[in-house]
């Protein structure tokens, strides 16, 4: 039985991996005055009174949404609200085990922008954050934008920042390893959807000036009948003005990020890289280029975002800690600095002495993740004054 066989007994044995459990025990009619009425009424009176203290009275304080709309699920594509749920279930039970945070799925059966951004909008009071999960671009992009706007807790969507926060600490560890500087490095990214569009902004923010985004047409360059999502990001990628294919793009690169197909690279592309190249293929369950075939073109480090291979690169090491510093502080917005902040912490527990071309990001289940990023995000809230406590 392979794994995808096995998984799918599992499920139906499971028949669910998340439960609501009660925090209250209720055996009695004085634990149900308490619990229930007629007591509860003063706690609804006090909110009722400041809002604020529904942070405190209910558990909204610990409790995120995790809310898709099933248009781009894992590599499945759009495959509705109901198929997604597996998911949903899945990044909820790697909250509540990796950050003790309580989160809860909820797919919704809308694909319309104005639709999810009013839904997610009018839910967000029973929420202390909320995390987008598996929704197509380029409606992601005015969704997040639009809530964080809105509303005044977290807004995230894991797919875009997750993933960059994670792509940045490989990124970071692999250049430290390979003696090269960010600033001067040549990047090219390989898929521009929302995950590749993010990944770049990111490392921008990192510090890398030389970045460029191909997508399956080829190199994203300004001058070109571009949708708005591209064209913005043309504006400030590709300063040598690159044209043609992946190809063309990673001649002399540094870095290669893939977050887009199976197979789309060979080891002539890596061979043509520069020395000590770092490639991260991670295109899930077949990367672009499969680590042994890259390491024999050349290839100084590579990682993907599979377990079975050396440098797994996966957003478990970021979500579940951002998180719980968002909430720790009540953040109103994980913003910039907290992802950066975010980044730097999950590169920094890889020290030097157990840095090596195998072995440049800390493991999933390293107990020393969540923490570390709670408190780097916890803090960069604070000193950029969206932190509420």
């Given amino acids: 039985m392979d794994v995808r066989q096995e998984s799918l007994k599992c499920h139906y044995d499971w028949q669910g991996k998340i439960e609501v459990i009660s925090r209250v025990k209720v055996g009695n009619a004085g634990d149900l005055s308490l619990a229930y009425t007629p007591g509860v009424a003063e706690p609804c009176l ?121 792509v940045g600490a490989a990124v970071r560890n692999a250049l430290r390893l390979a003696k090269k500087e960010i600033a001067s490095a040549r990047i090219v990214i390989n898929g521009a959807g929302a995950a590749g569009i993010s990944i770049a902004k990111h490392l921008m923010l990192l510090g890398a000036e030389d970045v460029t985004l191909c997508d399956r047409f080829g190199i994203i360059c300004e001058g070109m009948e571009l949708s708005p999502a591209h064209a913005e990001m043309a504006k400030v990628t590709n300063r040598r003005h690159l044209t043609g294919t992946l190809a063309d793009a990673m001649k002399g690169a540094d870095v290669f990020v893939g977050v887009s197909a199976p197979g789309v690279v060979t080891p002539e592309m890596v061979k043509s890289m520069n020395e000590r190249s770092c490639v991260f293929p991670m295109a899930n369950p077949t990367p672009e280029i499969m680590p042994d075939l890259a390491l024999a073109a050349g290839a100084f480090i590579v990682g993907t975002g599979r377990s079975d291979f050396p440098n797994q690169i996966n957003n478990v090491l970021a979500f579940p800690g951002i998180f719980r510093g968002a909430l720790d502080v009540r953040a109103r917005d994980i913003n910039e600095a907290m992802q950066l902040a975010a980044t730097r912490a999950i590169a920094d527990l890889v020290s030097d002495e157990e840095l090596s071309p195998g072995n440049i990001m800390p493991r999933a289940f390293d107990p020393r993740v969540g923490k570390a990023v709670a408190a780097a995000v916890a803090q960069a809230a604070r000193d950029s004054g969206v932190a509420r406590l």
């Fill in 46 to 166: 006090a909110i009722e009174k400041d809002p604020d203290l529904s942070y405190s009275l209910t558990r909204r304080s610990n409790l995120v949404a995790v809310i898709t709309d099933g248009s781009a699920v894992l590599g499945l594509g759009n495959i509705g609200p109901e198929a997604g749920m597996p998911v949903m279930e899945g990044k909820c039970c790697l909250f509540k085990e990796f950050a003790g945070v309580d989160a809860f799925p909820i797919c919704l059966k809308t694909q319309d922008t104005d639709e999810l951004v009013r839904t997610i909008y009018l839910l967000s009071g029973s929420f202390g954050g909320i995390n987008l999960e598996d929704i197509s671009a380029p409606r992601c992009f005015e969704v997040e934008r639009r809530l964080r706007e809105m509303c005044d807790i977290p807004v995230f969507h894991d797919d875009q920042h997750g993933t960059a926060i994670v």
